[in-house]
């Protein structure tokens, strides 16, 4: 699973669509041409994308907190506490995510669940300093006991950093890791998914630059992450099923740095791809669909 924060399905707009305006060739080479709200569902023969439900009944913007929550424990979390919410999650999700998050459930069933992100020491250091705030997918691993990969996970090959190449973590963060193509990054990813029952990958550089956080060139980053995507989809192993999925709409409309409600962007590739495309219309049935497969 590869979860990209802030990616929806938006128009087909070349001044303020980064898809449009850069080209993304994980959508024009694999299915043809690259999705808009006129055209939000496009197919090959083994890969699927399709527009997922964000607002999920609930009047506002999406929001991080409550779709994260939604997508990875398999409830509506915006109807639970009546509002989109985030980007961290409301308090009272957070003994939800403790007991249904997607990571306890493989474990409870005896099988091997991974988050492949690491992360740098400024993030351990912050969770010594007793301060709580973190993520779905972080708190999420932290309240399974899942162990949380660092640095040296990266050296070794057993994780990657949230910005695939590492190439920000050397510039910004004083390290010396090895700057990676994207292309080595997702076959790495591959190797990692052969070795587990469940891995996710997370990348949130998307919903950086749809709110005009991020300092680095738009098109560069978009670059790296469809060599990225289209490398994982093309050489994913045949036993393998992929879900990229989002919890809200942002990138696709860089004429505001808000969210927006546009539906959220989903690819499912590989084997039971067909049927995850017909199970998943809504953030809360990407888990539940995810389950059901797994069996």
């Known amino acids: 699973m590869i979860f990209l924060d802030g990616v929806g399905i938006g128009n087909e707009d070349y001044q303020f669509n980064p898809f449009f305006k850069f080209g993304f060739k994980t959508f024009s080479e694999i ?5 808009s709200l006129n055209n939000q569902t496009l197919k090959n023969k083994n890969a699927f994308l399709f527009p997922t439900d964000a607002k999920l009944g609930v009047d506002g913007l999406p929001q991080s907190g409550t779709g994260q929550t939604s997508i990875f424990c398999g409830m509506n ?3 639970f506490i009546g509002k989109h919410f985030g980007p961290y999650p409301y308090s009272t999700l957070i003994p939800i995510i403790k007991e249904q998050n997607i990571f306890k459930h493989f474990i409870s069933v005896g099988k091997k669940a991974f988050f492949a992100n690491a992360y740098p020491k400024v993030f351990f250091n912050y969770l010594k300093s007793g301060r709580s705030r973190l993520s779905v997918t972080s708190l999420s691993c932290k309240l399974s006991g899942l162990k949380l990969n660092s640095s040296n996970d990266v050296r070794k090959g057993n994780a990657l950093t949230a910005e695939i190449t590492n190439k920000r973590w050397n510039l910004k963060l004083g390290y010396k890791l090895k700057v990676l193509k ?3 990054a997702a076959r790495r990813l591959i190797r990692i998914a052969e070795q587990n029952s469940f891995t996710l990958y997370e990348y ?4 950086h630059l749809g709110h005009g956080r991020y300092d680095g060139d738009i098109q560069s980053t978009l670059k790296v992450l469809d060599e990225f995507l289209f490398t994982i ?3 994913l192993k045949n036993e393998m099923t992929l879900v990229v999925c989002s919890d809200h709409g942002n990138l696709e409309d860089l004429s505001t740095k808000s969210h927006t409600l546009n539906p959220a962007l989903t690819i499912s590739a590989g084997k039971f791809a067909e049927e995850l495309s017909f199970m998943i219309n809504d953030l809360s049935q990407i888990k539940p669909a995810i389950i059901k497969i797994c069996k």
């Open 31 to 35: 299915f043809g041409e690259i999705p």
């Open 77 to 79: 979390a915006p109807k």
């Open 182 to 184: 994207p292309k080595t």
């Open 204 to 207: 949130f550089l998307t919903d």
């Open 233 to 235: 989809i093309t050489e």
